[in-house]
């Protein structure tokens, strides 16, 4: 018996130890290719580059909290907080609360994802033969990565102040990196970007350049990152990068000739309201927009003057959300008629804050004559505007709108233009209405004001090349080349207070606000903004009221806990063991989430 | 149809009744006798008949009986336990009964062969196929429940045609953990598929050593399924014909929604003032309401489909002489879902099933070539619900606000254009989900194959040889239309579109088998079993395509062609299609040597060497032995005195090890995915393809294996009326393959590793009483497991398994809901838990005193709140506060039936139980959902003042601490969920024993009663909660919603002729 066995299993031994008999259960990967066999070509190494452009798309898709241009905008003291009470998310980031423990779980992972390719690509193309690549493109496409990871973290970094610092494939459990080394990881990355990318990519509208990470955009990304870190962080340097290398850098930039980047002639020209379906100058017809009579027309996406910018595709997935976030609200009470050209399919989250029209109207050196602010600011409801705000004797742009006033919760008749989703008729004869004008640009996108906007997210303008060279040198330069296109008078000479305004008119409602705020005054900001935002008239569910601050949480006591960073996901705290700590103000007992009900109406 | 089977089956009664009157009774004079056993002892109660008359006696406690009958008349002698005997009557005779050994000659199904039963050294569970039928289910597993001691049977939900989960001895596997199903030697097979009167008989087998055979995939046991085969000597074919028809009715357990006015009164006792201004969203319904012209929605009871028809119709020949033996069966059944509608669940399918075995060579009663096929090919077609999680169908239902209007008064359905009319405007974008669900039409079927075809030399007695080639393909397609529609201002497609798929996968098994018997020096016996076997995925495909403005508007007319314009001009257009390229997945190699002396020793040995593709080279092939021995104890001679009492005693042990590689493919590389996409061109339609890696890859992943020993015993008292077996085993799974958490920070999915073991040890407890008093049988069957789950190590970081959080609701967040932990039960639940909640403010403020820590503080405290446990006494609530507040496995299940036969009457009952688990239900998601419905059961779970309840709060919002307790789970939404089931009353009524002289084998016809009574404290619909979260398969126990079990009533008949 034990001999019978003994030999079975010999004879298993002997036929499993066969190598021909094992190779039977070879598969191959007809599905995906593995890492053993790529990246082994140019053609693979540029598809691991594109890689990490295209997880910026899974910003844009999920949770509105994902988007960091969207929370600054919020949270800063252009806009109030919600359209709507069901949307949490706003109301919550307006008052630098949480409105769930996870609400940044799947912003964390799509950031972590973004690190991930970013260091696969890095390492694997560093390893590849460089006579594998035409010309110097190995160096250019490392040069693009280096630039993608160190956007990431910049984000990350304005988002959570710090995390943990990924930047190898090889990843383990660990705690937060300090302050520094993130950004001295960042300003390493913008400087291999700068040296790695050739300078020879400037702006082009060449087909496969076009929206790709330049040398000028790290250049400009090292200005803005520098001047948050010395400003909030109050250094004199960031990770041995100096103001004049930062200046040197700006220029080089702003140097229209070797960058090709540049202003547009008219501000309002880069916003897709002035496209030429919604104001019928495609159809040589006047649809009496607002638009038409001021003659605009639409410079479309990838204009020369941004920078930098997430950017989407007519033919494929991924969408920018802000326009549905900020679009008004779509309900029966708001149709589409009543709103042209502007599409009712959102959820009306972009009440702009009445005390800032009013500082903008009545200021002198700009006032309504500055092209940029009704270039910015929507006016709605002429009877409502008569009675709310007496002071304003301004253009009404939408008469008749009468909003939702069931669900509304802080409106203020006020609404930003940027952004905004646009509906436009299909024909001069106004036979067709699309709710969303991207479908008559291209049939194969939605015509849906939610899921069809495909203008691109700008993060970075010309224009702001400009603005922080003159902080950086105290010139003037740029604030009136600004001023100039705005159609008004130049300024003599350099104030701090004349930049800071210009930067804010120049910039409404575009989600700088407030990460300037937080570099100019590191500890009060909180305390601006509450003071900028509070008593401004609104209106809760159709009721009139004041802007109000929530017991306990107001915005500067959130501030003074947060300094104005995110909550770091509960999920991934959890997940981390210990390892991972929580931001200030988003611990356990420092009352952080926003539910129903905590709004002081 | 079913009036036309009616119809014929009435006429054979009356034909019968004739026949029965007909038959002759012959006075004769009165002959006593005795029957006595071979021990000379009485045989009491055996029957004495007169065959094909209905005359005939019962012996007395002598085993004494008087007949009427002519002497040299034939008699048939019969008791259970006893050979039957036929004898010549005469004046004092006494008659000797044998005992029977037949129930030991029995064989029964082992793997690549087959055994007496009385030689198994493992512990196996055989259930006849007559067994299954008599339950008239439409899926053969739903028959097993009462009968299977070990073997834990949870129905996955009451949808038509929803499969059953199987656990054979405790959760053994963080992964896939049902049992291989193996159907006439092909493994890898669906019982879904399978009609149950098809079923020759199921063998399940419990220990590893039994299942070793099959190595591999035996990890959770394997069902080894046979179907019906024509069998050598019925050259006259037997024809068989099925059918019945019934009715079914959700099992709610009384679970309904509540009414507008209730509803609107319990959000204003919770605090909630969202509907202060109820007469301005609700202008119109409010006025409905006040008139008592209508009062909210219940939209569960509103999806109900009343008496939900179910029927079956089968209809099987079998037959065989020398040469050729057939056996050939078509069922069509059909049963609609309780729930669902207007639009309610359904499962139709058509089977048709042929099994052939041709004998090619026959010599001296043995086949020396034969050639034979079983192929079974099903056609299905069903319209499902999800069932599980938050979110699901029949969770949207019972949470859906009951102040939308279903029906306008006028019986239309309550449209978005109403609610415009109306100025409803109460909730946000509120979809009325009837509307909805009759938005939607769409066909699918699906086809499945399944069999084999097998060769069988057996060039001399002792040597058979044999090789089959086994075969599995499906194939489904579906068309699906959707109507332009707007159900709310954002829930709106301002076009029509049309999907259509189709698909089609293939796999394969090649096995050949050498099996060797010889009995040597007349008591030796040894067989041994040699053997190889490859299993590989075939070709396969998929294609399906979506477009958009169809030409008529119509669902009748509706595809892809019947579309305007080219694919490229269709803004809404997708295509799509895979294929599979052939590979081979499973490459083995098995012997088995059997040896028995004197058909008293028993001894088994089994290994197989099993390669998986799964796994990188040098980590794929797995070695799986086993032992096992039994020794037939009243085979002994010094046994023979116990005789009287104790006719038969094995006593078996073994000892195995088998293996489990269902993961997904391609863990052990670090895959490139190419789903990216990003666009460098200026006018924007030129996306180009973006790769990054997808996972972090494991080149060490091997097999996940358990180990097994198990002891048991057989016996059977009182010449085998009393059957007893009796089974412990201790099972230990480990090198689970475990997929660690995946950290944000690691930027890609993690890989699995071997890294978890369990132990499951239990015992099983079998019972079953045969017996007949005068005319009257009867049997009489009880069995009892226990078994305890206990997870040994998780080689995580974390030391534990995460399940996930947010079951209960979104904002339940902060820790996972479950985990599988070592030293605890696998996906025990986890959360904060109560003592109690406080019932007045002396309570409150004695709490106070003693120092204990209000999670609200103490100001806040007030009656009504929970009394958490503040477990290591620091004063706040957080994650080392929770602990294991419930265990989704129940300690003990237990079975019971019960068998009446009394001349053509038969009545059975069966029913099983489960006893000690607990389920965590809420058919309400509280934190930041505050204006979801609320069900009956959950009103009356309210503390409602001092002395109402001392197990849930008082009514607040849901952001409160009572629900959601600083974001933790918490023991207010776990209950127990012990049950006894009375599965099926059938009661039948043969008139062939009757009526002997109809020409039939068999003309019954019955009614029958399933799942009508259920026995339970748990206050949600179905105790039986096939559900867990959805995501990890090791959890279980998790109602937010169940599609409830139907109770049915059915008739039927049953021909045989």
Redesign the interface.
Known sequence: ?KK??YT??V??LV??SCEK??S?????????????S??RTEK?A???V??A???M?SLYTGSIFKINLFRRMIASDDIYGAG???SKETTADDRLLAP???ED?SV??SF??????C??ALESISEMDDNLFTGDNKTWYLGQVHFMRAFYLWEMAERWET??L?LS?Q?E??PKASVDEVYAAIAADLKDAISMIPAKYGYS????????ATKYAAEALMGRVWLFYTGFYKKADMAGVTKSQVISWLEDCANTNVSKFDLEKDQRELWMYSNEYSSGFAYGVDFGTWAHKENLHWVG??SKETVWGV???????GYNRLAEWLGFR???QTPNAQSYPYSA?GNGNASVNPLFVKEWYEDKDYGPRDKRFYGTILVTNKSKIAIAYPWYKGDIELPDFKGHD??EIERTWFYTKKYQAMAAYSDGAKTTLKKNFF?IV??????SA?SGN?NDAIYIRFADVLLMLDELKETTTGMNRLRERAGLDPYESYTFERLQKERRYEFATEGMRFNDLRRWYPETAGQIIEKNQDGGYLEY?GKPNTYKELEGRSFSQRYALTRGFWMI????I????GVLEQNEGFK??QSY?F???DLPY | MFKQLLKVTSIFMVLSALWGGLEASAQNRAISGQVIDAGKQPVIGAAVLIPGTNTGATTDLDGKFSIQVAPGTQLEVSCIGYATLRVSAAEGMIITLQEDNEMLEETVVIGYGTQKKKLLTGSTINITGDDIQKQNTTNAVGALYSSVPGVNIVQSSGVPGASYNITIRGLGTNGNSSPLIVIDGVAGGNLDDLNPADIEAIDILKDAASAAIYGARAANGVVLVTTRQGKVGEKKATVTFDAYMGFQQPNTNGVHGVTASEYLDLVKRAG???YD?IE??MPVQMDWIRKGLWNGTDWFTESINKNAPTNNLAVGITGGGDAVRYSFSFTKSYSEGTLGAPKPTYYDRTTVRANTDFSILRKNNRDVIKLGENVTVSLTDSRGMSTTGRGSDVSNLLTKTPLLPAWDLDGTLYTYKK??RDGW?AR?NEVNLLEQQCLKESQGKGVRVQGNVYLEVSPIKELKLRTAFGFRANSSFSREYTPEYQLT??TFQ?YDSVKQSASVSTNWTWELTANYKKTFATDHTVE?L?GTS?EATGWGMSVNGTRSNTKFGTWESANLSSVDGAL??D??ASMGG??T?P??N??S?F?R?N?SYKDKYM?T?I?R?D???NFA?GH??G?FPSVSAGWVISSEPWMQSTKQWLSFLKLRGSWGQNGNCRIS??QY??????N??????????????????DNI?NPNLSWETSEQLAIGFDARFFRSKLGVIFDWYQKDTKDWLVTP????????SASSINGGAVRNSGVELSFTWNDKVGDLRYSVGLNGSYNKNNVLYINT??GYL?GQ?KIIS??V????GYRAEPGMPIGYFLGMASEGIFQNQKQIDDYNAKGYAFMNGYDAAQPGDVIWIDQNKDG?Y??NDCVEIGNPHPDFTLGFSISLQWKGIDFSVNGSGAFGQQVMQSYRQFA?Q?LQSFTNNLVNRYWTGEGSTNSFPRYS?G?HNNFKC??YNSDIFIQNADYLKIRNITLGFDFKQVFKKIPFQQLRIFVTGQNLFTITGYDGMDPEVGTGSGVDSWSSGIDTGFYPSPKVYMAGVSIKF
């Open positions: 018996m019978i066995l079975i299993a004879c298993f036929l499993v008999l094992d039977l259960l070879d598969t191959k990967n007809y599905s995906k290719a593995d890492t053993s790529f990246p693979d540029e598809q691991l594109n890689s452009y295209s997880t798309h709507s009470k069901s769930s423990s996870d779980n964390w992972k972590y994802n973004g690190l991930f390719r260091n696969f995390f943990p990924t494939t990843v459990n660990m509208k060449d087909n496969n350049l076009a929206g790709r996406n990838h950017h989407f595709s007519y033919t494929g997935s779509n309900s029966a399919g069931s669900k479908n291209n049939g194969s996108i939605s015509n939610k495909k569910l996901p509960q999920e991934q959890n997940l981390q063991q356990d007992g989430l539910v129903d009900g | 909630l003032d969202d201004n301005q969203t609610q415009l405007d946000d201002a954002s301002e041994a040699v490859i490229t001009s803004e809404h895979s294929n390229v590979y081979n499973l490459l190699f012997g040597v040896y001894f040995a290994v060497a390669g998986s593709c080279k794929r092939w070695i493919n391609f590389t670090g895959t490139i995915s190419m990216g996409q990003y666009d460098f061109s200026y006018d924007q339609v030129n996306p180009v393809t973006a790769a990054y890696p890859p958490p995946n950290m944000g920070i690691l930027g890609a970081a974390e995460k959080a979104e904002n967040a902060k820790l996972e706040v957080d994650e930041l505050d919002s952001s600083n974001s």
